[in-house]
């Protein structure tokens, strides 16, 4: 199994929670344990875990990058690779496009560059793009997932994963995924991930527990608002065909398509009235269920003055439009628990 031909968060998340680790018994640092995994000819995954008690949740450790402006250097990168990790662009909830810069004098870099001379190119040692994801998993088992994937090489993709430890519940497990060729595993690279994640571990620690991070923890519980839509007994909701449509005026309507997403639905309703509202269906990678839409809080406050006079004309035609006039129109509700497709 190759990362590179698999989605990036799937491969690492499948590779990391698979059984058939060989572990290595071998260790200096007897906190660290370390396991390996065959990833196809020449090449091994190495996980790293060492266990210990943190302030939070381990489903609440990393916001979604969309709330951290400047991620540093401190992210998932247990042999600190990269000298800097830059935000470019959030392309999904707890999804966004990052700039990766490789530090050339890193000494993990340069054991992997020895065995592997495509790391010397100008597409690794420039700056170049990237994806920096978090997923979370709800309690009780909760758990919290955060992969930089590097689009010059899988040997610069990393994962980290912190979740309840199995042998200690008041302890956290922190699992940090790296991929590496089999001869540097083999020759040096056990000892180096073992001295660098335990010299790495205080700093990394700082990073998680910094203002920024923080700061950014409280924001993440509000910054994301679940809608739902019920009591649509008479089949879909009503679309506007013009901003400036009349409960009275039935040619003003159209239905919603009957196998719509209400996340469709809600794109197409305020597109109509001219906001360009971002309108999401999924939350942690996971798809709502067909009756809830997510959109981040600060842009739906801004548009609830403008949207809810037409959705309330628009129940209005509804019911005009039910047979005898009759019925329960269609009813917004905010602030729910998000429920999942199965």
Known sequence: MELERLEPLDSWLTLGTQQSWLECPENVCKSIKLAQKSLSQGEVLLRLQISTRLPSPPEELFPPPELVESVGRLTPDPAHLFADIRVVESIAPGQATVQLTVDPNNLWFKTLAANSPA?????VLQPHPGCLVVRRSPSPQGSCTMLVSSQASHYLSTAVTVSPDPQDASKTLITRLIAAPTDCAYFRLKHLARMSLSL??????????????????????????????ESCNYGPPLLPRTAGAKPFVAEHWERAPAEGHFAAYLHDFLRALGLGVEVFCSVDGKQLTQNQAMLRRHEWEKALPIFLPMFQM??????????????????????????FCP
Do not use: N, Q
Not at 119 to 123: C, Q
Not at 201 to 221: S, Y
Not at 314 to 324: D, E, G, K, Q, V
């Open 119 to 123: 790391l010397t190119s100008d597409e």
């Open 200 to 229: 790495a571990g205080a700093a990394w620690l700082g990073w998680v527990f910094g203002a920024e991070m923080c700061a950014a923890r409280v924001a993440m519980k509000s910054f994301y608002v679940i809608l739902s839509i």
């Open 314 to 339: 628009s129940t209005m035609a509804y019911r005009r439009l039910s047979p005898h006039g009759a019925g329960e129109p269609p009813k917004l509700l905010e602030d729910e628990e998000a429920t």
